[in-house]
C-alpha cells in the first residue's frame, strides 16, 4: 500500500536533547512538509521541500533542522533551541512541487513530549 | 499574507442533523481551497478541495462550494453521523510551492 509513515507514533524526550522524527514515503511525490500542530491551533507549516537536496523554511523553523538525502525520506531534528517542542508534528507530501491546486497527504503525526 | 478564518466550535449536533461550517479567507492571488478532517489521534485526510471559483467541491456527502465574491468555502452535510464527529480544517494555498495556510479548525460531535 502507497503512504506515508511516520515514526514512532509517541516520543518522550529530555529537555535539552536533539531529537529526529521519521518521515518515508512511498508515493513518488516530489515534495514534502513538516508541520506543528499545537490544542486549540491550526497546523504551522515548519520546513519543505520541493527537490532532493534542496528545501526551505517555513514560518516557524527556528529550533529545528532537515535533510533531504532521499526523494521518499524527510526526517526532522527538533534541537535543543526550540523552546516549546511538546507538540503533534505532522508530515505531508504532495506530487507535484509548485503547483497551488495540488493535493497534500499527511501521515499519522508523531505526538513529541519533552519532560 | 494569507490567512483562514473558521467558525469556532465545538458544533454539538443530533445525528441527522444538517451541518455548515464556516470559512473565510484572505489571499493574495488565487488561491486553491481545501477541507481536511481530522479523526481523533491521526493525521489528516482531504476531504474535499476546489482549485477555482465557483468550482463545488464534494465527497462522502459534504460539499463546499468556492466562492471568490464573498471569499468564502462554507463546508456543509445535509445529514449527519456520529461517525463524523472530528476536527474539520480549511485551508488554502497559492503561488508556485503549494504551502498550505491553515484555519484553526472546528470540532465537529455528533450524538444520537
Known amino acids: 500500500d502507497g503512504g506515508i509513515t511516520q515514526s514512532p507514533k509517541y516520543l518522550f524526550r529530555k529537555e535539552g536533547q536533539n531529537v529526529t522524527l521519521s518521515c518515508e514515503q512511498n508515493l513518488n511525490h516530489d515534495a514534502m512538509y513538516w508541520y506543528r500542530q499545537d490544542p486549540g491551533q491550526g497546523l504551522r507549516l515548519i520546513y519543505y521541500s520541493q527537490i532532493v537536496n534542496d528545501f526551505q523554511k517555513g514560518d516557524i523553523a527556528e529550533g529545528y533542522s532537515v535533510s533531504r538525502e532521499k526523494k521518499e525520506s524527510f526526517p526532522l531534528t527538533v534541537t535543543s533551541a526550540q523552546k516549546n517542542p511538546t507538540a503533534f508534528y505532522l508530515c505531508a507530501s504532495s506530487i507535484l512541487a509548485g503547483s497551488s491546486t495540488d493535493t497534500q497527504y499527511f501521515g499519522p503525526g508523531t505526538r513529541l513530549t519533552v519532560l | ?112
Open chain 2, 1 to 112: 499574507g494569507n490567512s483562514v478564518t473558521q467558525m469556532e466550535g465545538p458544533v454539538t449536533l443530533s445525528e441527522e442533523a444538517f451541518l455548515t461550517i464556516n470559512c473565510t479567507y484572505t489571499a493574495t492571488g488565487y488561491p486553491s481551497l481545501f477541507w481536511y478532517v481530522q479523526y481523533p489521534g491521526e493525521g489528516l485526510q482531504l476531504l474535499l478541495k476546489a482549485t477555482k471559483a465557483d468550482d463545488k467541491g464534494s465527497n462522502k456527502g459534504f460539499e463546499a462550494t468556492y466562492r471568490k465574491e464573498t471569499t468564502s468555502f462554507h463546508l456543509e452535510k445535509g445529514s449527519v453521523q456520529v461517525s463524523d464527529s472530528a476536527v474539520y480544517f480549511c485551508a488554502l494555498a497559492t503561488g508556485t510551492a503549494s504551502k498550505l495556510t491553515f484555519g484553526t479548525g472546528t470540532r465537529l460531535q455528533v450524538t444520537l
